[in-house]
């Protein structure tokens, strides 16, 4: 069963830029969530959709967005990039059908850089 | 609302010597509790995770952590670490009714030969 996939790898931007990242869950899995993984600050929630909607949001400005299609795939978008946006961005995928079902599944990350 | 803290961000200890790494929560909620683990240039991986029943759990690779509800804790240890075992640590905690997990901020482990 192949894992979760993220897209691109690495990827280096400058400010004011833009930047859409990709991930593909495991098969089966409907709800998908991204987070912001930066030196000192462990993981920051980004959000997390299920069935292409919007299901919790974290602490983050509307420079951030995701959506989710309809084969679960999700993007998500940084609009107007600043310095402090550089990170490791990493996707998750859960089954979620149930207590006890939600558990994690990373891929390995897209990390970008902004000039 | 969830929180989660690792008082150490950083520990560094020999070959084949016991470690704890420590991790407290908060929460107003029932919650299940998770360490995962990020070996370097990698995604992160799940190490162990507490439901329900049993408060010890296990992982295949020699871990164990507990699950302390009076203290809300879920410390991590090994008993005896080896090289392999150098990489970052995270203790994690979601609602056991929804899917929003909430992280630490990591317990960088060095094992020195």
């Known amino acids: 069963k192949a894992g979760v996939t993220q897209t691109p790898r690495y990827l280096i931007k400058t400010r004011g830029q833009q930047v859409t990242l990709s991930c593909s869950p495991i098969?089966?899995?409907?709800?998908v969530s991204w987070y912001q993984q930066t030196p000192g600050q462990g993981l920051q929630f980004l959000f997390e959709y299920f069935s292409e909607t919007q299901r919790n949001k974290g602490n983050f400005p509307g420079r951030f967005s995701g959506r989710q299609f309809s084969n679960s795939r999700s993007e998500m978008n940084v609009s107007t990039l600043e310095l402090g946006d550089s990170a490791l961005y990493l996707c998750a995928s859960s089954l979620d059908r149930g207590p006890g079902t939600g558990e994690l599944f990373f891929g390995e990350g897209s990390r970008l850089t902004v000039l | 609302a969830q929180s989660v803290t690792q008082l150490d961000s950083q520990v560094p200890v020999f070959e084949e010597a016991p470690v704890e790494l420590r991790c407290n929560y908060s929460s107003s909620v029932s919650v299940y509790l998770f360490w995962y683990v990020q070996y370097p240039n990698q995604g992160l991986q799940l190490l162990l995770k507490y439901l329900s029943g049993s408060t010890l759990v296990e992982s295949i690779n020699g871990f164990e952590a507990e699950f302390n509800k009076s203290q809300t804790s879920f410390h991590l240890r090994k008993p005896s670490v080896h090289i392999s075992d150098t990489a970052e640590y995270f203790c994690?905690?979601?609602?056991?009714?929804?899917?929003?997990?909430?992280f630490g901020t990591g317990t960088s482990l060095t094992v020195i030969p």
């Open positions: 994690a905690v979601a609602p056991n009714t929804g899917n929003q997990f909430y």
């Open positions: 098969s089966g899995h409907r709800s």
